[in-house]
């Protein structure tokens, strides 16, 4: 039934947290977190605190979740994001930069940092054993 309620409404209308939960595939309370986490998500509240999110809220919602969710970024990454102005604030237009290069360069990063660790608990090993026989 909410379906056809979003139907009828124009794409410039408000929409309640239900609504763009719905709409998004998101849980209520990810949403009221998100409002914690980023400052630029910042619905209309009214009345009993009840919520309304313009069009470009609901944008920058999607961009968070994609990013969260699709691209691996962390909320301190997707945060960031925001502050370097890589990921646009309501009423802004929306781009994330391509950011291939630098997962790539920590990629390598991390494993040269993995395989630093893996050699210093063989050698760890070898000098308990040592210390055991």
Known sequence: MPEKRLA??????FRTISEVAEQLDLPQHVLRFW?????TVRPLK???GRRYYRPEDIDLIRQIRNLLYAEGYTIKGVQ??????????PG?????KARA??????????ALDLRAV?????ELR???????G
Do not use: C, H
Not at 80 to 89: I, N, P, V
């Open 8 to 13: 009828a409404k124009s794409s410039s209308a």
């Open 35 to 39: 409002e914690t986490k980023f400052s």
């Open 46 to 48: 009214r009345g009993g």
């Open 80 to 89: 960031r994001l925001m502050r370097e102005g890589q990921l646009k604030s």
């Open 92 to 96: 802004a237009p929306a781009r994330v």
């Open 101 to 110: 290069p630098a997962k790539s360069a920590r990629a390598a990063e991390g």
């Open 118 to 122: 893996i050699t210093e608990l063989s």
């Open 126 to 132: 070898d000098i308990l054993r040592g210390a055991a």
